[in-house]
């Protein structure tokens, strides 16, 4: 546990207000993770943070713990989470309402793959946290609908992963148009020379915290692997799925194309298999989600980014269709 958690500290250590820790506790956590402890002190306090931790150590709540301490509910626009994916997006999303409780600041989450129209009828409510991806940000910043004037908190959620993905020049655009130097945190699970110069160009003195603590979830995990010719591979899972009879699996593949080539032949071989990736309707991939977390949907097949984020609970079996 020491690897994940810093059990010198407890929440009610930080100043936090007295709700926020109320809704820690009531989430099971007696101690903050290592990530946790080192960036809700700096972030209290103004500054601005690189920091470096890896998803499943509790980085979403690093910064969404400050961020709830530090507005007021009549704040509206004040913060602007970017995230890589929708999924992330909802995500972080849940995990800032949840801890806000009944504070009444507003959490949005805004993306690509739904209509305009729902996520303007959020913005017009003028909550206090908007968490986005940089494109759909950018669109409603065009269209008038999400001012920068007020934001004096952004945050980068895994920084490296938007740069894989190509939204280097909507973050550099988002990120210069916000007046004067509002505080900035960029979380990523890797800190590259790249970042570190977009760092140097957005932020004021940050603090730069490396926290290579395991996940919360790998000490319960059990890894395995098989070698296995290319050709042989789907082969190889429908006999895997058939004989261990897993009771929810999602099998990660590196592109759309092999997700819905595996999907098919795993239907083929009568396989209940359902696919998500970047290309499907977001309404489409939320029904995907809605069964799997219902427990409806056995075997989940999905791309790397798509599935980035992806929280649900009664996972059996993840498989690596590919090489991560």
């Not at 007696?30 to 972030?43: E, G, V």
């Not at 979830?217 to 009879?245: F, G, I, M, N, P």
């Amino acid at each position: 546990m020491k690897d994940t958690f810093d059990t010198t500290r407890t929440f009610s250590e930080f100043g936090l207000r007295e709700g926020l820790v109320r809704a820690v506790d009531a989430m099971g956590f007696a101690h903050p993770t290592h990530i946790q402890s080192d960036l809700i002190p700096l972030a209290l306090a103004g500054r601005d943070v690189l920091g470096q931790a890896k998803t499943g150590t509790g980085k979403t709540a690093a910064f969404a713990l400050p961020i709830l301490h530090l507005l007021e509910p009549t704040d509206a626009l004040a913060a602007l989470v970017l995230v890589p994916t929708r999924e992330l997006a909802i995500q972080v999303r849940d995990e800032f309402t949840s801890l806000a409780g009944k504070n009444g600041i507003e959490t949005v989450a805004i993306y690509g793959g739904q209509p305009i129209k729902s996520q303007v009828e959020k913005l017009r409510r003028k909550p206090g946290i908007i968490v986005g991806t940089p494109g759909r940000v950018m669109d409603m910043h065009q269209r008038r609908y999400l001012p920068y004037d007020h934001v004096r908190i952004a945050v980068l959620d895994e920084v490296d992963r938007m740069l894989d993905i190509g939204f280097r020049d909507d973050i550099r655009k988002i990120l210069g148009g916000l007046p004067g130097k509002p505080q900035t945190i960029f979380v990523s699970a890797t800190i590259s020379p790249e970042i570190e110069r977009l760092a140097r160009t957005y932020m004021r003195d940050p603090a730069k915290l490396v926290t290579l603590a395991k996940s919360l979830t790998v000490q319960q995990v059990k890894q395995s692997y098989l070698s296995v010719e290319a050709w042989d591979k789907s082969r190889l899972l429908v006999h895997l799925l058939t004989h261990e009879s897993p009771a929810m699996t999602v099998v990660f593949c590196r592109t759309k194309r092999t997700v819905d080539n595996l999907t098919k032949a795993l239907a083929k071989a009568g396989i209940d298999a359902h696919a998500m990736h970047g290309d499907m309707y977001q309404s489409k991939r939320n029904r995907v989600m809605d069964r799997l977390r219902g427990g409806k949907l056995k075997v989940l097949v999905a791309s790397d980014l798509a599935s980035r984020g992806l929280d649900v609970e009664d996972i059996t079996h993840v498989i690596n269709y590919d090489l991560p």
